[in-house]
């Protein structure tokens, strides 16, 4: 069976990530711009179709065929090469950052929220790091927002007030809590600063909708 397509993107982009970051030592003070802009500087989607089609790292931009395709197995084996790294180097963030978006791509999301939870030891004030962390805690507790990921939403708005996945699920959590007018500000804040064309723009009118409907009398 042919692997899916966004498994095959994701487990490009992280796998070259991971490697990376196996093979070298994390820079001296990269600092939190390093999260938010990977994708962008260290995995253009060039390297990402290619690293995806060729599963290999040293195969990019070579015109031969591919040796293997890499395989859900062989990015666990990145995976567990950069957790035992960061034993022994637990203060870099972008290996942590990493480690955590690798283990959500093989949905292994217990120990996902233990690497972001090590990201937040070093970025305790990230916003989106703290909105990323209570995600995935929140995924490990079968959805539930309660607890822990209210708790890290909390934070991410009190450092960042219009971070949009905070706002989403602060408004989420919200809304099942039965907390209706909080839940229509929430997705009111979320929606105002959205464009009106895009996808999720429609997704968030479509959830307003539903609490607005839920506090009508």
Same mark, same amino acid.
């Not at 004030?125 to 995600?135: H, P």
């Given at each position: ?64 065929? *591919?040796? @293997?395709?890499?395989?859900? /197995?062989?990015? !666990? $084996?990145?995976? =567990? &090469?950069?957790?035992? %790294?960061?034993? +022994? ?71 960042? *007030?219009? @971070?949009?996945?905070?706002? /989403?699920?602060? !408004? $989420?959590?919200? =809304? &099942?809590?039965?907390? %209706?007018?909080? +839940? ?34």
């Amino acid at each position: 069976m042919q692997p899916l397509l966004g498994f095959w993107l994701a487990a490009g982009v992280l796998g070259v990530g991971v490697t990376l970051l196996v093979l070298k030592p994390a820079v001296g003070g990269a600092g939190l711009w390093w999260p938010r802009a990977v994708a962008a500087l260290l995995l253009p989607l060039a390297a990402v179709l290619s690293y995806a089609r060729l599963g290999a790292p040293g195969a990019i931009g070579r015109d031969q065929p *591919p040796p @293997h395709r890499q395989t859900e /197995a062989d990015m !666990a $084996t990145m995976v =567990q &090469r950069l957790s035992a %790294r960061l034993q +022994a180097q637990p203060e870099d963030l972008p290996g942590w950052f990493t480690l955590a978006r690798s283990l959500e791509v093989l949905e292994r999301w217990d120990d996902a929220a233990t690497a972001w939870r090590e990201a937040l030891r070093l970025a305790p004030e990230d916003a989106d790091l703290l909105a990323d962390a209570a995600d995935a805690v929140a995924t490990a507790q079968g959805g539930q927002l309660d607890g822990e990921p209210a708790a890290l939403v909390a934070r991410a708005l009190k450092a960042e *007030p219009k @971070h949009p996945k905070a706002l /989403a699920l602060a !408004a $989420t959590a919200a =809304q &099942r809590a039965g907390r %209706r007018e909080e +839940a229509i500000a929430l997705w009111e804040r979320l929606l105002a600063q959205m464009p009106p064309e895009a996808e999720a723009a429609q997704r968030v009118r479509e959830s307003l909708a539903k609490a607005r409907g839920a506090a009508a009398p």
